[in-house]
């Protein structure tokens, strides 16, 4: 079964503004990326639908790299 991303050993943060709204569109704080705890890859969090957290861009050794959502998991998961 793969691992999931909130399995107790996968490890992601949440990236937060660090600049003014004017910078970047988004409040001081505010919710900006997703990264790999482990080799730095990361998303942008959008307001829009955007890439999950099966696209990182991982590193090749990393271990968090075929870390999926159990909703990934049930929708393209063969019977």
């Not at 999931?4 to 992601?12: H, V």
């Not at 503004?17 to 004017?22: H, L, M, Q």
């Not at 942008?44 to 590193?59: K, V």
Request: hydrophobic share 25%.
């Amino acid at each position: 079964m793969p691992r999931s991303f909130s399995d107790l050993d996968t490890y992601f943060e949440i990236v937060r503004s660090e600049t003014s709204i004017s910078n970047d569109g988004l409040r001081m704080r505010e919710p900006k990326a997703l990264r790999c705890s482990e080799c730095g890859a990361q998303l942008p969090l959008t307001h829009e639908r955007s890439p999950g957290i099966e696209e990182l861009p991982h590193e090749p050794g990393c271990s968090q790299r075929y870390v999926t959502s159990r909703y990934w998991i049930r929708q393209f998961q063969q019977d």
